[in-house]
């Protein structure tokens, strides 16, 4: 995996008012932490935008902060609901030759044989723990799921984690399956609901006189 750079400038003020003033001037608020003091830092907006589509846990970074480099992973961050933008980043920081945890995204390949059939895709679990060395860390699980029919699913179990590479995740959870297409039981409509009551009151209407004419008799 290609390792991706960022230049960060220290963050001396830590206060609200302080992230908001970097947020307007395109920078992002973040803090890299892990085996040595945490460091507040800001990063260009538009550079990380341009250069990580996605956030994902897998990317290993190089930050450099006054020189100093700092290889981490993103571990949590905040975003606007409304806009979408980066208001804050956690970094990670990792340490060569020391093994690490980190989740992996699955992606799903193929089109199922039992969707063409009129079942459902489903995919519960989006992405696995993993335990390895910072080298051997992977971008991603490919998941072939071109044969799987109705009723069958994949789990944790049938990944094929590369050598080193060490998955924490329970093996029975299930990735995908395929599931069968549920019956629409159909609500009546107004007209038969007319008729059903018509019915009903009849029906109570005739048991009342019956009742009468032997009470009568």
């Known amino acids: 995996m290609e390792q991706k750079t960022l230049s960060a400038d220290v963050r001396s003020e830590l206060k609200t008012a ?4 970097l947020r307007r001037t395109g920078k992002i608020p973040a803090i890299i932490y892990g085996h040595r003091e945490p460091v507040p830092v800001a990063i260009d907006g538009l550079d990380f935008n341009r250069k990580f589509k996605a956030l994902s846990e897998s990317q290993i970074i190089r930050i450099t902060v006054d020189g100093e480099p700092y290889d981490c992973l993103i571990k949590d961050y905040e975003e606007d609901i409304l806009t979408g933008e ?10 060569a030759g020391k093994v690490l945890r980190a989740n992996i995204s699955i992606h799903l390949t193929g089109s199922a044989a039992g969707v063409r059939e009129g079942g459902i895709l489903e995919q519960p679990l989006h992405e696995v723990e993993v335990e390895c060395l910072p080298q051997d860390l992977p971008d991603s699980f490919q998941v072939d799921i071109s044969g799987l029919a109705i009723g069958e699913s994949v789990h944790v179990a049938q990944l094929s984690p590369p050598e080193g590479v060490k998955i924490l995740t329970h093996e029975d959870q299930v990735i995908a399956l395929v599931a ?4 629409e039981v159909e609500e009546p409509t107004e007209e038969e609901e007319i008729e059903e009551g018509e019915e009903a009151e009849v029906g109570e209407q005739g048991g009342r006189e019956r009742e009468e004419a032997s009470a009568e008799e």
């Open 18 to 21: 302080a992230a908001r003033r």
């Open 86 to 95: 980066l208001k804050h980043i956690d970094f990670f920081e990792i340490e």
């Open 180 to 183: 069968a297409a549920r019956l």
